[in-house]
């Protein structure tokens, strides 16, 4: 049974940072794309950020550019999100997700497989 586990996620003030993990079970981890994606109230799911399977290449949505940072762990089976100097727009829940596409991508219907998210608020 493949199971995404986010964790990481609370409250902070604008210009702070936080780190989010995401562990991963019952799945070739290495072979997956991971991604994270956020979902505010009222608002479709969008895509955030994506590391390669080796970690190398990253993509990230134009307005986290320079702030967030994803990496992984291979050896942990789990991926990162840190943000720093955070927004009050980036209040969601924050989702990993695990994908079996040939390269990295923001599509959340190439990724297969989904964590329940954590919630990140931002207060002003």
């Known amino acids: 049974q493949v199971q995404l586990v986010e964790s990481g996620g609370g409250l902070v003030q604008a210009g702070g940072s936080l780190r989010l993990s995401c562990a991963t079970s019952?799945?070739?981890?290495?072979?997956?794309?991971m991604g994270w994606f956020r979902q505010a109230p009222g608002q479709e799911r969008e895509f955030v950020g994506s590391?390669?399977?080796?970690?190398?290449?990253?993509y990230y949505k134009d307005s986290v550019k320079g702030r967030f940072t994803i990496s992984r762990d291979n050896a942990k089976n789990a991926v990162y999100l840190q943000m720093n100097d955070m927004r009050p727009d980036d209040t969601a829940v924050y989702l990993c997700?695990?994908?079996?596409?040939?390269?990295?991508?923001?599509?959340?219907?190439?990724?297969?497989?989904w964590g329940q998210g954590t919630q990140v608020t931002v207060s002003s």
């Open positions: 590391i390669s399977r080796g970690g190398v290449s990253t």
């Open positions: 019952g799945l070739t981890f290495n072979a997956y794309i």
């Open positions: 997700a695990a994908s079996l596409s040939r390269t990295t991508t923001p599509r959340p219907s190439d990724y297969a497989y």
